[in-house]
Every structure is written in C-alpha cells, then in structure tokens.
C-alpha cells in the first residue's frame, strides 16, 4: 500500500539506497580493519618470534631441556601461545596444551612456509587443537645456516573480533542515526516534493465537479511551476469552451423548446433521442414520457410509422401531409442529420402544424360560397325586378312604385351586407380605431333600449333592463360596444315569439362587467352552438328570417378587441342567454 502513495515511491527508494550504501561501507570498513589488526599482530609476532628464535637456538641443540617450562615462561610474558617444533617437526615445548598429545607439525602450513622460504611462515586458520581461529608466525631457528628448529607463536583472533564488533557497534549505531536523519530529509523532500502535485490533484478534483473557476499560485520555480501555469492556461481556456458550451446549448435548447413546429430526433433503432413541447403536443403524448420510447409508440399512425420506414430504407428526405388522429393536420418531413459521426445514424423529423392554415382555407372557401350565397338572393331579386318594370310595370303607376320599393329594400340588404363585411373585415385586421373611455354601464345600454323600445312593442314583447346602484364604469369604445349589444338585443327580439321577454342584466366579474341579455324564445339547436360566431352562419330556424348572418361574428370581434369574452347558453325552445365582458375602467 505504500508504493500506492507518491510520497513513499520517492523517499523509500532513497532509504533503501542509503542503507545499502551504509551497510556495504560497515561491512567494508569491519574487513579493512580486520585486515589492518592482523596486519599488526603478524608484525608484531613476527618480531618477537625471531627474537625468540635468536635466543633459543642452543636450547634446540640440546632437546632433552625442560622446553616446555621455557615456552610456558615466554607465553606468560608475551601473552601469546609458544610452541618449539624441531626440525623433523616433533613438538619439543608447548605453552598451552600436553605436547605428548600432539601430532607431528611439519606439515602445518606455517612450518612449511617457514622451511621453503628459511624466513618466516604465517598462517591464519582454524586450530583443530584449541578449536578457534588462530593466528600462526613460525621463524626458523638457525646455527651456521642450517635450520635446527621452529618456533612459533600463535594468537587467537577473538581479541580482534571482540574489538571489531565493539568498533563495529559504533559504526552501526552512527549508521542507524545517519539512516534515521536521511529517513527524515527524505520524507521531508518527499512531501514537499508531493505538494504541488497534491494542489494539481485537488485542483483536477474541482474541475470534474465542474468548478471551472478553480485556480493555483505556484509554490516553486522549477517544473512544476511550469507545469501548474499550464494547468492554469489549461482551466483557463476549459473554463472560456465550456462557458460558451453552455451558452450555445441554452440558445439551442430555448430554441428547441420554442420551436411552434414539433421536432423529434430518432436514431437508426427508431428510438426517440430528443424532442420538444410542440411535438408532445401535436402527437398527443407526455413531454416527459417522450424521449426514449420507440417511434411507433410515440406517434401512433400508421402513415407517420410508414414515412419513418420510408425514409430509413431510401437514406433521404421524405415528405408529407398526415391528419392525425385528432384532427390536427400536419406536414410531416423526416430527413437524415448528416454524414458526420457524430449524427451519422440520426434522423430529423419535422412535425408542421397546418391545421390553422387549412381551416383557413376552409373559411376562405366557405366565406366565398356563403357571400354568394347571399348575394345571390339579393342580386336576384333586384334583375327579376328590373325586368319587370321593364316590361312594362314601370308604366304602370301603381306597381312601379311598389317595385322601386323592393328594389331599395333590396339595396338597402346589400348595402348593410357590405357595411358589414367592411366592418368586420377591420375589426378582424385590427385597423379599426378604437376611442376608450369610461362610459357608465347605463349610459351603453339606454341608446340600445331607446333605439329598439319600439321594435319589442311592435312584436309585443316585454324588454327588461336590471342594473345594480353599484355597477362600475367600463372602458370601451362606446359606438362599437353598443353596435354589439344591438345585435344581441335585436337577435333576441327577432327570435323569441309574442307575448315573450327580453331582459338585460350587468354585474361585476373581478376587473370586468358581464352584460347579459336573456330571452325566452326559440333558443339555439345545440349543434349549431359552436358556430353562431361564424361570419354567414344561420342555423335552420334563422334561414327564413331577414339578415346577413354577419351580426354575431362582428359581436364576437368587437368583444376581443376590447379585451373581453363573448358566451352563450341555450337550448332549443327555452330561450338564450349571450354575455360580453369589458374591463372596468380603472
């Protein structure tokens, strides 16, 4: 575990070294001392026993001498072990064990040595005799150059061993501290040396955790100050790439998000990668539930799985038009991403909501077929009128008048018809200029009641007016406002039978007044109710009635200009309720 740390894997190699070195240099500095004290013992053993040699040659001569004696008294004063051997290499005296037990030594190899060379023999073994290493210094002893005898002196080398270890002891207790300060310096290197490596680990730690701000001062001046300034430049330019990552992927995704076509990204397996609300919605599904799921699950029609199919096995663009299953009408485009990499195996596929536009279409179509169909009548009437008076009623004076007056009857339809359509048509582009002001609700609704008062009476219906004392004023344009309650009223007044009602009452909603006008009349087939605010719309009961069909549709427009809403309950034969709201004026 420790060459796992940095620190370690520098200081202990060092160590290591250090104590190789140490122990070599002991083991090195034991033998060279060894060798110097044996160097010293042979000198002095070689002097002492060619002093001996000197003196003793006549004891040599005569062997029958008490030698043994002699060699113990010189053993005593020269601290050393003394043997006389004579020339045939029988013991004559020895200091220190029983010469009668010891074998011939002419051919130890200091006795050899000694008679080969007619000096001196040395010799460093091991004594099968005293059994430790010994020493040996053998000298010839000589009369007239004939060599009579040996003697020899010998040493244990324990001494030496004794005074090695204790040197040695020294050595080792100098080593161990040495080795413990080195231990310390090396440490201390190897952390210092660790620091700024741990700062750089610290520092790659904060920016994995996408602290990108993160920053280090360097601490030394050689190559890791380098180093760290690099890793500086390094998080420096990270930081710059993936703020601009960042901002370009929030663009992207804003963009994505807001997208009003529906986009999906799926890749070669049909599984949805990506996608955005406008798809969610036009396919119906959770946002949240999309990415991920396979493409079939996601849109769910046939002819939208096919074109993914179509386009997978062609390898280009596709398009089409599709309604779904709930009546949104889409162009559909699937097209692959591109020959990079990245998006080699991904596939575009662009969901276009045209169902405003074909209603549009839709409307456009209609409003031309129910604008002739108005016309029609009219014009109609007018020829067949023309022609009769040109041949001849107009020469007669009591039908030529009453002609004429169909024929400005009919003039009159087609000129409210227009007035109308040019009306609505600038309420709808929001060219016509509205004049708020704060208007009291009563001062809205008296022209309407004076304006149609006799209207009602004349079809002998009841008009009821309720309004509370405590009714705010409302902001609007006081001419289109009551434009509007007049269609509700004369609409009201036009279907509801003899002897019937027609009440209009006011309250306040939060910051806006609802206006209500109620009748009891012939009310409105429910399944006409989602298109009375259609411009030519009439249901069945109102085919055979006067009007352009337009009065509802410019209701509804002068209601949204002002902020407001237009409702309606109603059932068939009971009678209706149409209400506006306009803001309060504040």
């Known amino acids: 575990m420790l060459f796992t740390r940095i620190r370690w894997r520098i200081a202990l190699p060092y160590l290591l070294l250090i104590a190789v070195l140490l122990g070599g240099m002991g083991l090195w500095v034991r033998a060279q001392l060894k060798q110097v004290y044996v160097d010293r013992l042979e000198s002095q053993l070689e002097g002492e026993a060619r002093l001996l040699a000197d003196m003793l040659g006549p004891y040599f001569q005569t062997p029958d001498s008490d030698m043994d004696a002699l060699a113990r008294r010189y053993a005593d004063l020269l601290g050393v072990r003394v043997t006389f051997v004579a020339y045939d290499g029988k013991v004559q005296g020895e200091s220190h064990e029983n010469r009668a037990t010891m074998e011939n030594h002419l051919y130890r190899p200091e006795i050899q040595r000694a008679l080969n060379s007619r000096d001196v023999g040395i010799s460093l073994r ?45 050595i080792a207790v ?55 300034l690099t890793f500086n430049e390094m998080a420096e330019q990270l930081q710059n790439q993936i ?136 014009l109609a009437s007018l020829k067949a009128l023309v022609q009769t008076l040109e041949e001849g009623a107009l020469q007669d004076p009591e039908a030529a008048p009453r002609f004429l007056a169909q024929i400005e009857n009919q003039v009159d339809t087609l000129t409210q018809m227009v007035e109308e359509l040019l009306e609505l048509s600038r309420l709808e582009s929001g060219h016509a200029p509205l004049r708020f002001t704060a208007m009291p609700v009563a001062e809205l609704i008296q022209p309407v009641l004076e304006r149609l008062r006799p209207q009602a009476e004349r079809a002998q219906l009841t008009l009821e007016v309720t309004l509370p004392n405590d009714l705010p004023p409302v902001w609007v344009d ?108 504040n």
């Open 174 to 228: 100098g080593s161990l501290g040495a080795l413990a300060f080195a231990a310390l310096l090396a440490v201390f290197i190897a952390a210092r040396t660790v620091v700024p490596i741990r700062q750089l680990t610290a520092m790659a730690q904060r920016l994995r955790e996408g602290e990108f701000s993160a920053r280090l001062v360097p601490i030394t001046r050689d190559e890791v100050r380098t180093l760290t």
């Open 478 to 585: 006081g001419e289109r406002a009551r434009q509007a309650l007049i269609n509700l009223v004369h609409n009201a007044i036009k279907f509801t039978p003899s002897g019937g009602w027609v009440r209009i009452t006011a309250r306040r909603v939060g910051e806006m007044v609802a206006i209500a006008v109620a009748d009891n009349g012939v009310g409105v087939a429910e399944e006409d109710l989602p298109h009375i605010f259609e411009r030519f719309y009439k249901g069945d009961r109102a085919r055979s009635t006067p009007g352009t069909g337009l009065g509802l549709a410019i209701v509804r427009h002068v209601v949204l200009a002002h902020g407001g809403q237009v409702t309606v309950q109603s059932r068939e034969g009971e009678g209706s309720t149409f209400t506006i709201t306009l803001p309060v004026a």
């Open 126 to 170: 091991y004594s099968g005799t005293v059994n430790y290493e010994m020493l040996y210094v053998a000298v010839p002893v000589k009369k007239d150059d004939a060599i009579l005898g040996f003697v020899r002196l010998a040493l244990p080398l324990s001494a030496i061993d004794n005074q090695i270890a204790i040197f040695s002891r020294g």
């Open 243 to 378: 703020t601009a990552l960042r901002r370009e992927q929030a663009l992207l995704s804003a963009l994505f998000a807001t997208l009003a076509d529906g986009v999906l990204v799926v890749n070669r397996e049909g599984i949805v990668q990506m996608s955005n609300l406008a798809a969610a919605r036009l396919l119906e599904q959770p946002a949240e539930e999309l990415d991920g799921r396979l493409f079939a699950e996601a849109a769910r029609h046939h002819r939208l799985i096919s074109l993914w199919h179509e386009a997978l096995a062609a390898g280009r663009e596709v398009l089409d038009a599709v309604e779904l299953t709930s009546g949104t009408y889409v162009q559909v485009i699937i097209t692959p991403l591109g020959q990079e990499e990245e998006v080699r195996d991904l596939y575009l596929v662009l969901l276009q909501d045209l169902t405003r536009l074909r209603r549009l279409e839709l409307v456009r179509r209609d409003f031309v077929a129910n604008v002739s169909h108005e016309l029609r009548t009219p």
